[in-house]
């Protein structure tokens, strides 16, 4: 009977190593794992600047390509106004001497 208590108190021993060993190698995988968290929080929060920055040229690029193609299309549009206005002036001057020629003639 002794020779069983001794082989479970063994046993028993054992396993208790075994658990803790588990629970050590446990440990280990959550600090690698809370390490490298760290590490690539740090990475990205050193690339910040550089991203932010890319972002931003980008930006800058689109507000500049949108500001350039605005102002062109004003300026066919003030193109277009012009030709309009001068092709109406002439008509308008017409009117306007028919408009005496008759009055003149009446």
Known sequence: ???VLKRLLDTEHKAE???DAAHAERDRVLDAAQAEA???EAQLEARLPELRAGF???AAERAKQSVTEITRRA???QRDLQHLA???EQEA???AL???TDSARG
């Open 98 to 100: 028919a408009l005496l």
């Open 86 to 88: 001068e092709s109406h």
């Open 75 to 77: 300026s066919e549009r």
């Open 38 to 40: 760290r590490a690539a």
């Open 93 to 95: 001057l017409a009117a």
């Open 56 to 58: 931003t040229g980008k």
């Open 1 to 3: 009977m002794e020779d």
């Open 17 to 19: 190593g075994m658990v």
